[in-house]
């Protein structure tokens, strides 16, 4: 499986790159349309198909799937955006291999289509759609939302942003993608991802080879990204030499977010588990967990007694916590003491206008959890998630790992995986508690900071996706073995 992801340039490199090494853009025009048409066929069986063309690369992709659809004895009609004069290069050639006739782009084109092919723009946009292509895609999915019509996207659907999947002025809703060689961020990335329906990525001749020069920065998340790196238990090994985890914990009033991230960490490898908490709430916890150790932390001198402990490698600070100075003074107390952190919830928030302090203190490895809100508190960015992730993550120091369905895990050194596994279920109370423990144990065990976003991330979203619907944060951990033992068989 590969993982890598190709900007809207890249592939325009990797392309060119092709063709320089002997792949005519022809060949590779043809390829493209034959992937498509041949995902159509075993998809459906003949259907009277529409198939709209753009003036570009990607219309002459269109024009090869209604060629090769109507040979194939479908019913196609075609729309073409512009003229058929205007337009140039493999699209002109593969214009003129069409024999059928070519409409005027309009959306009486759709009329009586049960399938209509989106050849219109692809991912290269490079303006928000509008006017007559923009009630082309408003139309198609209306139809598509009435049951009366389904949509392929040639590359892309076309008014999503293969960079950022941000919709430029509108977008159908395709039930299939078909894209080529790579896919790029705007696959995965919502609002984009959810227009894409099934993303297929097909080969169609360019030699892996031109990514060597390319160096893809960006990649989907999954094994393939880190497995190597993964801490399995070894014959060798005991309880200390896989890593010592510090969960802080709460008050009494708020210790369910630590128990759950206690929990996850022993569930994810980490060979002991000490959850550090208030006197007063000491009691609780030791009741509800059972191979979870428990420290009280008696101020003033507690959490400097328990940093001293060298075997206490990982601390993960935040959750239940509390906002203020006291978990301000921890967090900046951790990161002195040169221990792996995961910084989340209340860890993320006491830092709210004091950011730099932060930051200035990071030079261990160190992964921050923030959810939308938590990274505004903390950071100016704007614009695209993907890029907000990254510049954050090279202003701060830390491997960023910015929440959400489209998770965005972004190192210091440009490095970038978007994580698509996570289930809807996931938007529980609690989820990220666990998300923080699983990435905790991984940084106890030894696995580097970036390498341990990643894999926490895909872990939390398979353990989520096996319980199915009706998960509640504590599920997840009781699923994590499964998940482990299926990544274990990779």
């Given at each position: 499986m590969t993982t890598e992801l190709l900007t809207?340039?890249?592939?325009?490199?990797?392309?060119?790159?092709?063709?320089?090494?002997?792949?005519?853009?022809?060949?590779?025009m043809e390829s493209a349309g034959s992937a498509v048409?041949?995902?159509?066929?075993?998809?459906?069986?003949?259907?009277?198909?529409?198939?709209?063309?753009?003036?570009?690369?990607?219309?002459?992709?269109?024009?090869?799937?209604?060629?090769?659809?109507s040979a194939a004895g479908w019913t196609v009609r075609l729309a073409l955006l512009g003229e058929r004069d205007s337009l140039q290069g493999d699209a002109a050639i593969m214009a003129a291999r069409w024999d059928g006739p070519i409409e005027g782009f309009n959306i009486t084109a759709l009329d009586g289509a049960e399938l209509v092919?989106?050849?219109?723009?692809?991912?290269?946009?490079?303006?928000?759609?509008?006017?007559?292509?923009?009630?082309?895609?408003?139309?198609?999915?209306?139809r598509g939302l009435a049951q009366e019509l389904d949509c392929v996207a040639i590359d892309m659907p076309s008014g999503v942003h293969g960079d950022s999947g941000a919709i430029w002025g509108g977008a159908a809703q395709a039930v299939l993608t078909v894209t080529f060689f790579r896919g790029k961020p705007g696959h995965l990335l919502l609002p984009g991802r959810a227009l894409c329906g099934?993303?297929?990525?097909?080969?169609?001749?360019?030699?892996?080879?031109?990514?060597?020069?390319?160096?893809?920065?960006?990649?989907?998340?999954?094994?393939?990204?880190?497995?190597?790196?993964?801490?399995?238990?070894?014959?060798?090994?005991?309880?200390?030499?896989?890593?010592?985890a510090v969960v802080v914990g709460g008050g009494i009033e708020s210790t369910g977010a630590s128990r759950l991230a206690a929990r996850a960490a022993l569930r994810a490898g980490a060979g002991l588990v000490t959850l550090a908490c208030p006197p007063g709430a000491l009691i609780v916890y030791a009741q509800a967990l059972e191979a979870v150790m428990t420290q009280s932390l008696v101020e003033p001198d507690g959490f400097d007694i328990l940093l001293a402990d060298e075997r206490k490698n990982a601390l993960l600070i935040g959750p239940g916590n509390g906002v203020g100075e006291l978990t301000r003074k921890r967090v900046l107390a951790g990161l002195d003491a040169k221990k792996a952190c995961v910084i989340d919830a209340d860890g993320l928030t006491s830092f709210e206008n004091k950011s730099e302090q932060l930051f200035n203190a990071i030079s261990s490895p160190c992964i921050l959890t923030p959810h939308e809100g938590e990274f505004a508190r903390l950071f100016a960015y704007e614009g695209d998630k993907l890029?907000?992730?990254?510049?954050?993550?090279?202003?701060?120091?830390?491997?960023?790992?910015?929440?959400?369905?489209?998770?965005?895990?972004?190192?210091?050194?440009?490095?970038?995986?978007?994580?698509d596994n996570?289930?809807?279920?996931?938007?529980?109370?609690?989820?990220?508690?666990?998300?923080?423990?699983i990435a905790v144990a991984l940084l106890a065990q030894g696995m580097a900071a970036f390498d341990a976003a990643c894999a926490a991330a895909w872990l939390h979203g398979e353990a989520a996706a096996a319980y199915g619907p009706g998960l509640i944060a504590e599920d997840i951990c009781e699923t994590l073995p499964a998940a482990l033992a299926s990544l274990k068989g990779v």
């Open positions: 809207i340039a890249q592939m325009s490199a990797a392309d060119a790159a092709a063709i320089a090494g002997g792949v005519s853009g022809e060949t590779l048409a041949e995902a159509i066929r075993k998809r459906w069986a003949p259907r009277p198909t529409t198939v709209l063309c753009g003036p570009g690369n990607n219309g002459g992709d269109g024009f090869v799937v209604a060629r090769l659809l092919v989106d050849g219109l723009f692809g991912a290269g946009l490079g303006r928000p759609l509008d006017g007559v292509a923009l009630e082309m895609v408003e139309e198609i999915t209306a099934v993303t297929l990525i097909v080969d169609i001749g360019i030699p892996e080879s031109v990514l060597d020069d390319i160096a893809p920065a960006y990649h989907a998340n999954g094994p393939d990204l880190w497995v190597a790196a993964y801490p399995w238990p070894s014959l060798a090994g005991h309880k200390y030499s896989r890593g010592h890029n907000r992730a990254r510049s954050a993550a090279a202003e701060s120091g830390a491997v960023i790992l910015l929440k959400g369905a489209d998770t965005v895990i972004a190192a210091p050194d440009g490095r970038v995986a978007i994580n996570a289930p809807p279920d996931l938007a529980t109370a609690g989820a990220g508690d666990v998300l923080a423990g």
